[in-house]
Each structure stands twice: as C-alpha cells, then as structure tokens.
C-alpha cells in the first residue's frame, strides 16, 4: 500500500518562502498525477496543485505565480515551493496522487503546518 510522507512546512513572516517535499512509497507513483492540497482551521480541504506523471501542471488561481509543483519520479517524491507568503495560505498540506479526474486515492498522510504569521 502506497504511504505518503509530507515535510518542510513551519512559520514563515509574510513574502517567505517554504519548500515542502512529499515522499511517497510503492511503485505506483511515476504513473499517478500527484497533487498538493491544503486545509486551513475550519475550512474544507482544498486543491492547491497538480502535477502530471509527465510534467503538465495546474495551479489554483489564489496560489498561480507564487507556488511550484514538482516532482522527481527517481525518488517518489513530489515538491511544493512556495513564494511570497501570505497569511492565507496558512494551512495544512498534504499531497495524494490518482489518476483521471481523482487525485485522492491513497490514504491520506498526516500532513505538514504552514503558518505565515508576523
């Protein structure tokens, strides 16, 4: 069963900057469309990004031109570099990957804590 494993968030002044990596096990992810998506406190999960086994992205319009998805299929892992913070995008992030129009079809990780706080 594929785990996912998602690192790098911590508190960062508003126009910071956060790399978070998600490591995924199994040998299923080369072939998945990986996505990042983010909660904040009381607010329903949402997509952030994706990313295709073949390098096609899309953006959320409240994260395009500051955020970057990317992966590295050698390492099973998928990157979220995030530019200009600002205190929205507060939140857990979690990455999931799938295929066609769903990207949450592995068990979800625990997550990593962004907070843009000065």
């Known amino acids: 069963q594929v785990q996912l494993v998602e690192s790098g968030g911590g508190v960062v002044q508003p126009g910071g900057s956060l790399r978070l990596s998600c490591a995924a096990s199994?040998?299923?992810?080369?072939?998945?469309?990986m996505a990042w998506y983010r909660q904040a406190p009381g607010k329903q999960r949402e997509l952030v990004a994706t990313i295709t086994s073949g390098g096609s992205i899309n953006y959320a319009g409240s994260v395009k031109g500051r955020f970057t998805i990317s992966r590295d299929n050698a390492k099973n892992t998928v990157y979220l570099q995030m530019n200009s913070l600002k205190p929205e995008d507060t939140a857990v992030y979690y990455c999931?990957?799938?295929?066609?129009?769903?990207?949450?079809?592995?068990?979800w990780g625990q997550g990593t804590q962004v907070t843009v706080s000065s």
């Open positions: 999931n990957g799938g295929s066609g129009i769903r990207w949450d079809l592995i068990p």
């Open positions: 199994g040998s299923i992810f080369s072939r998945y469309i």
